[in-house]
Nanobody, 125 residues
């Protein structure tokens, strides 16, 4: 079992930045890549970024590479997503997820084993 609790969402102006955090707890965390997904209204949940819990190797959705930065702090059991130069189209509910790392990349939402409750990010124009 893995538990994931997100925080850090909110309302930000276009061009601004926001950092999301996910507190991770549970067993066998070394099996997982901790990941961020997002889901906008009326759209499917999509992959944003992932980081292997032990090695720290990172993976990004190509369109977000360079604007979003994923990191993890194993001493604090947290995974963070730094989002820069935000656009209104980045508005979505952002979810933290644990994905068995041997199943990807790529990391479609269907292979995630555990999910957080989500945190809303709204980017105003």
């Amino acid at each position: 079992q893995v538990q994931l609790v997100e925080s850090g969402g909110g309302v930000v102006q276009g061009g601004g930045s926001l950092t999301l955090s996910c507190v991770v707890s549970g067993e066998r965390l070394s099996m997982y890549a901790m990941s961020w997904f997002r889901q906008a209204p009326g759209k499917e949940r999509e992959f944003v970024a992932a980081i292997a819990w032990i090695s720290g190797s990172t993976y990004y959705e190509e369109s977000m590479k360079g604007r979003f930065i994923i990191s993890r702090d194993r001493t604090k059991s947290t995974v963070s997503l730094r989002m820069n130069t935000l656009k209104p189209e980045d508005t979505a509910v952002y979810y933290c997820a644990a994905v068995p790392q041997w199943l990807g990349p790529p990391f479609p939402a269907s292979i995630a084993a555990y999910w957080g409750q989500g945190t809303q990010v709204t980017v105003s124009s």
